[in-house]
């Protein structure tokens, strides 16, 4: 079975200053995994992916995040976040057969 | 572009109704899903599909029914309406073939029960 937890349910952060959104996933199969956004009364967007390969992968809107294998971690960065950046967002994994796993979310709240 | 849309986006609606909530996309993606979110809560899975004539039940238990005839359209219907029905429902779809392929969500439906 997977899992996948976010550690923080809500972060504030000012505009221009650099984020940091955790996510630590658990499975026994290799999984891939995925960053989504959710801005208020909308579905989901994809953000980025990691499949296999660099480490880092890069994203839109300026965000990147980084696999860490040993510590089966997937943190999502952005060096400088602006007001637009306000969302939902929402870490998950999934394997071969496309079973999705999301986290519970982390509330990103860019303040001017 | 992902084209998955679901209508109706908001709908308010009295206790006991009968109500489909529509899905439709043109991907030709086999795998479909449908989520329930309550606002600013995790997502969870209710239903899923591999394709025509496939239906699951998700982790979540629902009243709710799907169907799924066409590949490009997975209906959601509450045969009666209560209102612990309340929440956003949000269809999604994905590649069944290919590895670590996403979903990609529709707009969601914001379904209220008086």
């Known amino acids: 079975a997977q899992s996948v937890t976010q550690l923080d349910s809500q972060v504030p952060v000012f505009e221009e200053a650099p984020v940091e959104l955790r996510c630590n996933y658990s499975?026994?199969?290799?999984?891939?995994l995925f960053w989504y956004v959710q801005y208020p009364n909308q579905g989901l967007q994809l953000l980025l992916k990691?499949?296999?390969?660099?480490?880092l992968v890069k994203g839109i809107n300026g965000f990147e995040a980084e696999f860490n294998k040993s510590q089966t971690s997937f943190h999502l960065r952005k060096p400088s976040v602006h007001i637009s950046d306000t969302a939902e967002y929402f870490c998950?994994?999934?394997?071969?057969?496309?079973?999705?796993?999301f986290g519970p979310g982390t509330r990103l709240s860019v303040l001017p | 572009e992902a084209d998955i849309y679901q209508t109706p986006r908001y709908l308010v609606i009295g206790t006991g109704k009968k109500i489909t909530l529509e899905c439709s996309q043109t991907?030709?993606?086999?795998?479909m899903y449908w989520y329930q979110q309550d606002p600013g809560m995790e997502l969870h899975l209710i239903h899923y599909?591999?394709?025509?004539?496939?239906?699951e039940k998700g982790d979540l238990s629902s009243e709710s029914t799907v169907s799924r005839i066409r590949t490009e359209h997975f209906p959601l219907t509450l045969e009666s309406a209560r209102p612990s029905h309340t929440s956003q429902y949000l269809c999604?779809?994905?590649?069944?073939?290919?590895?670590?392929?996403?979903?990609?969500f529709g707009q969601g439906t914001r379904l209220t029960v008086v």
């Open positions: 991907m030709g993606h086999d795998k």
């Open positions: 999604a779809s994905s590649e069944s073939l290919g590895v670590g392929t996403e979903a990609f």
């Open positions: 998950a994994v999934s394997d071969r057969r496309q079973n999705f796993v």
């Open positions: 990691y499949l296999s390969g660099s480490t």
């Open positions: 599909s591999y394709g025509v004539n496939s239906t």
């Open positions: 499975s026994s199969v290799s999984v891939y």
